[in-house]
Structure formats: structure tokens, C-alpha cells
């Protein structure tokens, strides 16, 4: 098994690859769509894209109980270790390889604030080579941007895009987004949560399979996406 992907709801994703237990955006607690709990959820490592309510979620409360090391940006970083958390920092560009893969974070068009209007830095996308070679691009929250066709160079087996509108990429944006990555797969998130962001997934699914070679996977909250 190379990697297993469960969409949690909204912008949370349970990754599993090389034995490692990866959270993405553990937003749960007051997440009206997790499909986890924040006190029974595994996590060797967290991954928060930016400092947004809905995104760095339950991670202070994850990361103390599971003893994970949370991955964020230098200042998110910085506000997580005064709260005593385990962090790693990186920032845009920058790559590292943990035991569980190599990860980078990528350009985001976004903001970060933190929950308490702490400074959060940039938002960042993340792209992570598994120990098998695949490689997952998780968007973040974005609009979209040209500069997707050179994350797309890298060869990208599996785009986790945001479909939701008004605060992200909406559907025409995320097809044009898939079109300029060239992923094999596709899923997307951060729709349907609350009703500013509702989005009909299906005829999203009908039109990028229409117009692009992509596969796309539409997951309920709970439902896993795995490359054997
Ligand atoms: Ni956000
Ligand atoms: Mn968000």
C-alpha cells in the first residue's frame, strides 16, 4: 500500500503512507461535517496549510494528546510552541524529507490570521512524495494561479483541490486549476460544509472528466481514496 486518503469533512484529510498517521487541517470539533472525533483521531504528524479557524482546528489539542509534531509555516510554528507544541517549520518553497516522505510547501493565494488575530504568515499549499513516489498536492485554501502548471510539471499522481467558492477556488476555477496540474486523480474538498460554500460535486466530477484526462473521486466525509 502506497497511501490512503480519508477526507474527514471540509478541509481535513487522514493520510496514510509508509506507517505513518498524517492530519491534514484537523478542523473537527466544530466541524458540522467531521467524520472523526478531535480526542480519538490518530496523528503522528499534522500538517496545517494555514493559521484559519477552520483549518489549525483541534491541532493544539491533537498534538498534545498523540505527541505528534505539527508542520506549518515559521510563524504558525512559532504561535503552536508557545502553546507547547512539537513543531517543525518550513516555509514556501522549502522541502523536507521526514520518515514518512518528502514534503513542500507550495504557493498559496490566500490569508492566515491566526484564531486569536495572531499573525499567521503565508498560507501555503503542501506536496508530498511518498516513500513509494507518489505525489499528493494538496492545495490548501486558494485561488487559483498560473504558477499550478509548474506544481503540475512534477508529474502529480493524486490534486486535492478546494471546489467551494467565495472564500477559495469555486467549480470553473478548480477545472482550470486541474487543467493546468494534469494530476492522474482528483478530489475535492471544502465544499458543502456551510451553505456559503455549497457546491454541486457531481456536475464538477461530469465536467473535469469531460474536459480533462483526470479521474475524479467525489468522497463523503468518512470515505477513503487509496493508491495500492
Ligand atoms: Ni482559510
Ligand atoms: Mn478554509
Same mark, same amino acid.
Given at each position: 500500500?502506497?497511501?490512503?486518503?480519508?477526507?474527514?469533512?471540509?478541509?481535513?484529510?487522514?493520510?496514510?503512507?509508509?506507517?505513518?498517521?498524517?492530519?491534514?487541517?484537523?478542523?473537527?470539533?466544530?466541524?458540522?461535517?467531521?467524520?472523526?472525533?478531535?480526542?480519538?483521531?490518530?496523528?503522528?504528524?499534522? /500538517?496545517?496549510? %494555514? =493559521?484559519? @479557524?477552520?483549518?489549525? *482546528?483541534?491541532?493544539?489539542?491533537?498534538?498534545?494528546?498523540?505527541?505528534? #509534531?505539527?508542520?506549518?509555516?515559521?510563524?504558525?510554528?512559532?504561535?503552536?510552541?508557545?502553546?507547547?507544541?512539537?513543531?517543525?517549520?518550513?516555509?514556501?518553497?522549502?522541502?523536507?524529507?521526514?520518515?514518512?516522505?518528502?514534503?513542500?510547501?507550495? /504557493?498559496?493565494? %490566500? =490569508?492566515? @490570521?491566526?484564531?486569536? *488575530?495572531?499573525?499567521?504568515?503565508?498560507?501555503?499549499?503542501?506536496?508530498? #512524495?511518498?516513500?513509494?513516489?507518489?505525489?499528493?498536492?494538496?492545495?490548501?485554501?486558494?485561488?487559483?494561479?498560473?504558477?499550478?502548471?509548474?506544481?503540475?510539471?512534477?508529474?502529480?499522481?493524486?490534486?486535492?483541490?478546494?471546489?467551494?467558492?467565495?472564500?477559495?477556488?469555486?467549480?470553473?476555477?478548480?477545472?482550470?486549476?486541474?487543467?493546468?496540474?494534469?494530476?492522474?486523480?482528483?478530489?475535492?474538498?471544502?465544499?458543502?460544509?456551510?451553505?456559503?460554500?455549497?457546491?454541486?460535486?457531481?456536475?464538477?466530477?461530469?465536467?473535469?472528466?469531460?474536459?480533462?484526462?483526470?479521474?475524479?473521486?467525489?468522497?463523503?466525509?468518512?470515505?477513503?481514496?487509496?493508491?495500492?
Amino acid at each position: 500500500m502506497s497511501f490512503e486518503l480519508t477526507w474527514l469533512g471540509h478541509a481535513a484529510l487522514a493520510l496514510e503512507t509508509s506507517g505513518y498517521h498524517l492530519l491534514v487541517d484537523p478542523y473537527l470539533s466544530h466541524n458540522p461535517a467531521a467524520a472523526v472525533s478531535a480526542d480519538k483521531v490518530a496523528a503522528d504528524y499534522i /500538517l496545517v496549510t %494555514h =493559521g484559519h @479557524g477552520d483549518h489549525i *482546528g483541534d491541532s493544539v489539542a491533537i498534538a498534545k494528546r498523540t505527541g505528534a #509534531t505539527v508542520i506549518s509555516n515559521a510563524e504558525i510554528c512559532g504561535w503552536l510552541a508557545k502553546k507547547g507544541v512539537k513543531t517543525h517549520a518550513q516555509h514556501l518553497g522549502g522541502g523536507y524529507t521526514y520518515p514518512f516522505g518528502h514534503l513542500k510547501l507550495t /504557493l498559496a493565494l %490566500h =490569508g492566515s @490570521g491566526l484564531p486569536d *488575530g495572531s499573525y499567521g504568515g503565508n498560507p501555503a499549499g503542501l506536496l508530498l #512524495t511518498t516513500g513509494s513516489g507518489e505525489k499528493i498536492y494538496m492545495a490548501g485554501d486558494t485561488g487559483l494561479f498560473g504558477d499550478m502548471a509548474l506544481i503540475g510539471e512534477e508529474g502529480i499522481t493524486l490534486a486535492v483541490l478546494p471546489i467551494g467558492d467565495n472564500y477559495t477556488m469555486g467549480p470553473a476555477d478548480a477545472l482550470r486549476a486541474v487543467e493546468l496540474l494534469r494530476p492522474q486523480h482528483v478530489i475535492p474538498i471544502h465544499y458543502n460544509t456551510f451553505d456559503l460554500i455549497a457546491q454541486d460535486a457531481a456536475a464538477w466530477a461530469e465536467a473535469v472528466q469531460a474536459q480533462t484526462e483526470a479521474s475524479v473521486h467525489l468522497l463523503k466525509p468518512g470515505e477513503t481514496f487509496a493508491i495500492e
